[in-house]
């Protein structure tokens, strides 16, 4: 199986348990490896055969932006079953990271796997 990546995508929206965090959206980063088959895109060049990462990331974008959790967790999660939506992708693995949650460190955050069960 072939996969797509999206690497540290840069979104905004509301995330967090501490109140100051539900009041401001705030970074979020987001990178992805999404399985597909790309074989009929790569031997037609038609960019409606695959995964088009550019409007995944819109899509990625506009949910994070209309959403709000209070964990990781919930995000990351919802975020993977949006994404199995698109019958293309057969498995993501998902990293979503909150940069400025933890003083002393670059960044925290979770990384899970899931597959689309269709």
């Known amino acids: 199986m072939d996969k797509i990546f999206i690497r540290n995508l840069e979104v905004f929206g509301i995330l967090g348990i501490h109140l100051h965090e539900q009041r401001k959206p705030q970074l979020i980063r987001i990178s992805l490896k999404a399985s597909t088959d790309i074989q ?3 031997e ?3 960019i409606h055969d ?3 990462y550019s409007t995944l990331a819109k899509d990625i974008t ?4 209309q959403s709000s959790f209070l964990t990781i967790e919930a995000l990351v999660e ?4 949006k994404i199995l939506k698109n019958e ?3 498995k993501v693995w998902l990293r979503v990271e909150k940069p400025n949650a933890v003083q002393a460190a670059d960044s925290v ?3 899970i796997n899931r ?3 269709t």
């Open 40 to 42: 009929n895109a790569a």
């Open 44 to 46: 037609n060049d038609n």
């Open 50 to 52: 695959t995964v088009n």
């Open 62 to 65: 506009k949910f994070v932006e």
């Open 78 to 81: 919802s975020l993977a079953q």
């Open 88 to 90: 293309r992708i057969k």
């Open 109 to 111: 955050g979770v990384e």
């Open 115 to 117: 597959k689309n069960d």
